[in-house]
């Protein structure tokens, strides 16, 4: 089945730095990526739709300069957290599409942020 | 967007009982429905979907069923196992959300 990979899988940082995570479709190309934030036991927030070679589409609410999407390639996406701050520590889960939103979406394991 | 609702929050069945999710969403061109099921810890996974073409669709223990008249979907897991417990997202497609999720826990 399409798998789907994100590095790190946790992180740890300081106020004020940037992290970059990376998600990776490892067997297919995913035309479109989406990248999701969860806090403990609520769901799936989404953040922005990402597709190759355009600029991300931001949900309202979510700071594109704080937020950095790039979809460089058909198989690699990275949200970069720009000065990061002890509310930005979430559960940032990813996911692939071959398609758009009516295609199954393929997630990765997820990336545990905290700022200390 | 507006977002897809989703009742219950939380709900306990006994071994072997059935256990019905309910979701309701707002646009009506949504024609793509997926269930997600997430364990403690770990990443969703997709376990039923269904399209707007399609009244019904099973496998196994598991059912969708899709109301577009009165725009609403439910997941319907029949002789429930332990190893059913977990937390259950729906979606929407246009709405491009998550329902909040429904904790289900199956006592043995």
């Known amino acids: 089945g399409a798998v789907v990979s994100q590095h790190p899988s946790w992180v740890i940082c300081k106020s004020g730095t940037s992290v970059k995570i990376e998600c990776r479709s490892l067997d297919f190309q995913a035309t479109t990526m989406f990248w999701y934030r969860q806090f403990p036991k609520q769901s799936l927030m989404l953040m922005a739709t990402?597709?190759?070679?355009?600029?991300?589409?931001?949900e309202q609410g979510v700071e594109k300069d704080k937020f950095l999407i790039n979809h460089a390639s058909l198989t690699l996406s990275t949200l970069t957290v720009t000065s990061a701050h002890p509310e930005d520590s979430s559960f940032y889960i990813c996911?692939?599409?071959?398609?758009?939103?009516?295609?199954?979406?393929?997630f990765g394991p997820g990336t545990r942020l905290t700022v200390t | 967007g507006e977002n897809v609702e989703q009742h219950p929050s939380t709900l306990s069945v006994q071994e072997g009982d059935s256990a019905v999710i309910k979701c309701t969403y707002s646009?009506?061109?949504?024609?793509?429905f997926p269930w997600y099921k997430q364990e403690l810890g770990k990443r969703p996974q997709l376990i039923i979907d269904i399209r707007s073409n399609v009244g019904e669709k099973k496998d196994q223990r598991i059912a969708v069923t899709l109301n577009k008249t009165a725009k609403h979907f439910s997941l319907h897991i029949t002789e429930t196992q332990p190893e059913d417990s977990a937390v259950y997202f729906c979606a929407a497609n246009n709405d491009m959300r998550f329902g909040a999720g429904t904790r289900l826990t199956v006592k043995p």
């Open positions: 990402s597709n190759e070679g355009s600029k991300a589409t931001y």
């Open positions: 646009d009506s061109a949504s024609n793509y």
């Open positions: 996911s692939a599409s071959t398609g758009d939103w009516s295609y199954e979406q393929y």
